[in-house]
């Protein structure tokens, strides 16, 4: 019996190490888990707080995009108005310059009807750059050398101004032209002052005698300086001693339309 007992004892003492032996090993896997529990948890925390981070700079960029969004469209509708108002301002200005060709095309057709008895006596009517010139000899409008209207060029310059008091809102330019022969006379010094002297005369009849306002003239001498034809021929100095009065429309209004924003 003693013998038994010792070998039941002796066997239970093995179980007892073989128990043991596998508690240590549990509590090893135990603590080798909790460890990497614990790092698996610390993971886990450091992916939820980056996608915290993630999560709100999402946030912030739908925001700046929706203000963006918001800011680009306010833009392109600004930009579309502009666009509109420029077009307006386009057809407005081509509406009025078209009413002034128009009316420059009328005035033109007037002043050949009213000057039709000088043509052919140095006299033209041409209309160029927006402007209308009425362009006389100088055998027309004065004797040889001198600067004083004769008969015959008060009568063209008279005829030109009834036409003219009928539109206010027409400039005048008066310019005076010689050819290149030199000249001196008297108190004229030279062809400059021959120029300018018979361009002041005939602005000095149109306000006198033709009754046009003299805010609207401008008189002014080129002397032989513009020439349109060659000086080297008699025909040439004749159509370069001439007297221009050129008429020029207001285009105050269409200035103030492509002044706009």
Not at 16 to 29: F, G, I, T, Y
């Amino acid at each position: 019996m003693k013998e038994g007992l010792e070998k039941r004892l002796a066997n239970c003492q093995e179980e007892v190490r073989a128990l043991k032996a596998e508690n240590k090993s549990l509590k090893d896997d135990t603590a080798s888990l909790g460890q990497k529990l614990r790092e698996w948890i610390q993971k886990y925390r450091d992916l939820e707080r980056r996608y915290q981070d993630q999560t709100k700079k999402l946030a912030d960029v739908e925001d700046n995009y929706k203000k963006l969004k918001s800011q680009s469209t306010q833009e392109v509708q600004d930009l579309i108005r502009k666009l509109e108002k420029l077009q307006q301002n386009l057809q407005d200005v081509q509406s009025k310059l078209a009413a002034r060709d128009s009316a420059l095309k009328a005035l033109k057709e007037r002043i050949r009807q009213a000057l039709l008895g000088f043509e052919g006596s140095g006299l033209t009517v041409t209309e160029r750059n927006g402007k209308i010139y009425v362009s006389l000899s100088n055998q027309l409008l004065f004797e040889s050398g001198r600067y004083d209207l004769n008969k015959r060029g008060k009568e063209a310059i008279t005829q030109l101004c009834n036409v003219l008091v009928q539109q206010p809102d027409i400039q005048i330019q008066v310019e005076g032209h010689t050819d290149s022969e030199p000249f001196k006379s008297g108190v004229l010094v030279d062809n400059w002052d021959l120029s300018v002297k018979r361009s002041t005369e005939v602005v000095r009849f149109m306000v006198e005698h033709g009754k046009v306002a003299p805010q609207r003239l401008t008189a002014s001498g080129h002397g032989e300086f513009m020439p349109i034809a060659s000086n080297e021929t008699s025909e040439g100095r004749a159509q370069n001693r001439r007297t221009e009065i050129i008429l020029v429309p207001n285009l105050e209004d269409v200035f103030k339309i492509l002044e706009q924003d």
